[in-house]
């Protein structure tokens, strides 16, 4: 059984995923932001692969793949940073970028280190089904890692349950048509939820875009298995100079 897979056993609501950007705030900051969201309740980690042109995601988390890539940061410096890492972090934890680095890195080789390092799932949103089943999910299989696809409010029925039979760990559901952070209300969220949960998918679902404080984490996970968390957390790192007290505070004020 995968770390995602055993979470979900252990834990059926309320699960907290922190989405961070690699190597933000500082080039050295990704394992030592890992070990605060640890420390302070995260459930999953969901580390952003920094990108030029990241096209899921709003301003904030556009500004710190920008800085990110200003730091230095790349899929190299990213595979040596990781190593050792389960030696401190047991929580699961999962990579979200593009294809464009990672093609240019090479599948396989990619596939290959991320397993090595201790990486869980893949979340590669401008991957599509149909690729990914007739040429990369074998290297993402065989390489013992889950991959999580993602819909959206105007997902049909039969491409939920399609993405659904193509996932493994949790199906990402996508709260509306929009970027990432966006302020946005969403009026139709708890109906796309209860349309989600009337499909009876074999994966669990966590919901993220626009999820940012208590009130919306608590919100989704009635409806779901958990939320997912990015923005927002990038937002309380930029506005502190001492990550460890930042990410205790915010967590903190989500989970409490």
């Not at 059984?1 to 252990?10: A, K, N, Q, T, V």
């Amino acid at each position: 059984m995968s770390r995602i897979s055993d979470l979900f056993s252990r834990k059926k609501k309320n699960i907290l995923n922190i989405y961070v950007t690699a190597g933000y705030p500082e080039l050295g900051s990704t394992v030592p932001v890992m070990e605060c969201l640890q420390e302070s309740g995260a459930d999953i980690i969901e580390l952003g692969m920094p990108y030029s042109d990241p096209l899921a995601d709003g301003p904030v988390i556009q500004q710190s793949n920008s800085l990110a890539l200003g730091n230095g940061m790349t899929l190299n410096t990213l595979f040596d940073q990781l190593k050792g890492f389960r030696e401190k972090i047991k929580v699961p934890v999962i990579l979200m970028g593009y294809m464009n680095p990672v093609l240019q890195y090479g599948f396989e080789r990619f596939c290959k280190d991320a397993s090595a390092a201790g990486i869980d799932g893949l979340i590669l949103p401008d991957l599509p089904g149909f690729e990914f089943e007739t040429i990369y999910g074998p290297a993402i299989r065989n390489h013992n890692l889950d991959m999580i696809f993602l819909v959206t409010p105007q997902t049909s029925d039969e491409r939920v349950k399609k993405l659904d039979a193509l996932s493994s760990g949790f199906l990402y559901a996508v709260s509306s048509s929009s970027t990432t952070g966006s302020d946005r209300k969403n009026t139709g969220l708890t109906a796309y939820l209860n349309r989600l949960n009337s499909l009876s998918l074999n994966n669990p679902v966590l919901v993220g875009f626009g999820i940012r404080d208590r009130e919306s984490f608590r919100q989704v996970c009635e409806l779901a298995a958990g939320g997912v968390i990015g923005s927002a957390y990038i937002k309380a790192l930029e506005n502190s100079s001492d990550v460890k007290a930042a990410t205790k505070s915010f967590l903190s004020s989500i989970l409490q």
